[in-house]
């Protein structure tokens, strides 16, 4: 059971970066003030879905990697906390910033800059979250062990 919440929340949470990271980068270059503003809107309140997923997914893999030193395992490890710093620390902070911004129609230097950060940040962690859902596919046996 604890295998089965360990992949929904870790599927609800790359997805819904997924789409804030899409949903962005689509608005920011087709879409009118207005619509950057909704979508940041909408990234502010997926963060009350996206934080208890992110923490249960977390906390599920501590548990069930607690004793495993494998090479797979090792490296969900070493992601994981950089995941959750690169959450708290820039794309949370930066989603509440944006969204303000947005709200205002402050469409100014500050917000592309923190935008792009925002953007390369979310890139890092779909890169970090997808390497360990690989990892964890090969753990489980879903898939074949690179050679």
């Avoid at 789409?19 to 950057?36: D, K, N, Q, R, V």
């Avoid at 009350?48 to 490890?77: C, E, H, N, T, Y």
């Avoid at 906390?81 to 509440?96: D, K, R, S, T, V």
């Avoid at 950060?117 to 690179?146: H, K, P, Q, V, Y």
Wanted: glycine share 12%; proline share 3%.
């Amino acid at each position: 059971m604890k295998k089965r919440i360990h992949a929904i929340a870790g599927g609800i949470g790359f997805l819904m970066i997924l789409t804030f990271w899409a949903s962005t980068a689509i608005s920011e270059l087709f879409g009118s003030h207005e619509t950057i503003a909704a979508v940041k809107g909408w990234i502010l309140s997926g963060m009350f879905v996206l934080i208890p997923a992110m923490a249960i997914v977390g906390g599920s893999g501590m548990a069930m990697g607690r004793r495993r030193k494998d090479p797979p395992a090792r490296a969900k490890k070493k992601r994981m906390p950089i995941i959750a710093m690169n959450g708290l620390l820039i794309l949370l902070p930066a989603a509440w910033f944006l969204a303000g911004k947005a709200a205002a129609a402050e469409f100014d230097s500050t917000f592309y800059i923190i935008q792009t950060i925002e953007l390369i940040a979310g890139a890092a962690n779909l890169t970090m979250m997808g390497l360990n859902i690989r990892d964890g596919l090969r753990m489980t046996g879903r898939i074949g062990r690179s050679k």
